[in-house]
């Protein structure tokens, strides 16, 4: 994809629906009791990954152009798969349905894409096995492709090393299946989808925080059965980071992003647009199905560094290309620490924003934990290198919008993995 600067973006879209949430969805109405429906499903690669999955373990699920529909058989109604389960390149996928897997009386193994099958599973295997799991990298490199033979699993109080969505899911599903109790404590709280998600399908899950800390414990009780729901996804608030990105720094611009989900553990992406000096307002909040949902108004702003660390960083790990491209267009010197976890995702996020902001001529520092930005430094076309990471390629897709020359973006095609429309969504804007 080659792109080029541009000036006034302004209209109204709509953003898919939320990636998170749609493959719990799918997860959880495999193993409720009665038909799901979902609408404004996210057909990005990665959740159909989920649903082919699931279909290879025996659950019907019939997809529509305005809704999925998923014939669930309860907590123990999958089937032995016939071959082995292929979850593309989504790890929510692998560390989520090994939780599930784990709770199975048969056995079954999944694999994934060459990028996926170097992503770290010691962080899901080691819990499990705790819980008397028999899982085991088939390698015996701690990645996919994974085995998992069926087992009798035990409740347990666990102290998460990290915040993590995927980890915590993985074990609080795994505890579905438990003969007790499952208790996950995270540093400070990830996304809880998962927890919003089980209590509306019926699940005995509870929430906790510990008196003057950070951290966030959540308790599953097994025995419970899930009762099948209909639910609209909101729209996917990391999908719609470039779309405000993009609003706050193309000139003359201004964008109304409809229905975004805006959840509490999700939504650091708008207190740092506010901090850095961003014109965001919100309009129409609401609650559903448990999740905060609004419209998202945003103009164009001169914006300023700011320091990210600590407690915000698990509600917008996604959103740190997009947030360090930002801060290479503001005035004065961008922190973020505190963000390891970027070198486990689809590539090592801190190297390739890093080594693609240079490229563009930013002043950008790597420090083993984030990055240091110093804006004031006119972008410039490049190629971008995204290594088939998707939000890289997004990210660089809006440097590009406000660089001077041209920029080529390899490998743009990775964007399905998340947001198919992207590219066309900008159309709409013009």
């Known amino acids: 994809m080659e792109l080029t600067s541009i000036t006034g973006l302004k209209g109204t879209i709509t953003i898919p629906g939320d990636k998170s949430i749609s493959h719990r969805l799918v997860m959880f109405g495999s193993i409720a009791e009665g038909t799901t429906r979902i609408h404004h499903f996210l057909n990005g690669e990665d959740c159909l990954s989920t649903i082919n999955c699931f279909r290879k373990l025996g659950i019907d699920i019939i997809q529509e152009p305005t809704q999925i529909t998923i014939h669930g058989k309860g907590l123990q109604g999958l089937t032995p798969p016939n071959e082995i389960l292929d979850v593309g390149n989504s790890g929510t996928t692998a560390r989520l349905l090994s939780g599930i897997l784990a709770g199975q009386n048969f056995d079954s193994k999944i694999t994934g894409d060459s990028s996926l099958r170097k992503r770290p599973m010691k962080r899901i295997i080691y819990p499990l096995k705790k819980m008397g799991a028999n899982i085991s990298s088939i390698l015996r490199n701690d990645c996919a492709p994974l085995y998992i033979t069926k087992s009798t699993l035990h409740g347990m109080n666990y102290d998460c090393p990290v915040s ?34 089980l209590k509306s399908f019926g699940a005995d899950i509870l929430s906790t925080h510990e008196l003057h800390s950070s951290k966030a414990t959540a308790t599953i009780t097994p025995g419970s059965k899930l009762y099948a729901q209909e639910m609209t996804v909101p729209g996917d608030i990391s999908s719609a980071a470039y779309f405000i990105a993009a609003g706050l ?182």
Do not use: W
């Open 249 to 430: 720094l193309v000139p003359d611009s201004e964008i109304l992003i409809k229905h975004v989900g805006i959840n509490s553990t999700r939504s650091g992406i708008l207190k740092v647009c506010e901090d850095m000096g961003g014109d965001i307002t919100l309009i129409n909040q609401q609650v559903e199905n448990g999740e905060a949902v609004a419209d998202i108004l945003v103009r164009t702003s001169t914006l300023h560094g700011t320091t990210i660390s600590g407690e915000i960083i698990p509600t917008l790990i996604d959103e740190i290309p997009i947030i360090a491209v930002m801060a290479a267009c503001a005035e004065g010197t961008t922190v973020i620490r505190d963000a390891e976890e970027l070198k486990h995702k689809e590539s090592n996020r801190i190297d390739s924003v890093v080594d693609n902001l240079l490229a563009m001529g930013a002043n950008v520092t790597p420090t083993p934990d984030g990055m240091i930005i110093t804006g004031g430094h006119p972008l410039k076309g490049a190629t971008i290198h995204p290594l088939l990471d998707h939000r890289i390629a997004m990210a660089f897709s809006i440097a590009a919008l406000v660089a001077s020359d041209r920029t080529t973006i390899l490998d743009s095609d990775c964007i399905n993995i998340s947001f198919p429309e992207f590219y066309d969504t900008f159309e709409e804007l013009l």
């Open 164 to 197: 993590s969505a995927q980890i915590k899911s993985c074990i609080l599903l795994a505890g579905l299946y438990a003969d007790s109790k499952t208790s996950v404590t995270e540093p400070v709280l990830s996304r809880n989808h998962t927890e919003l998600l």
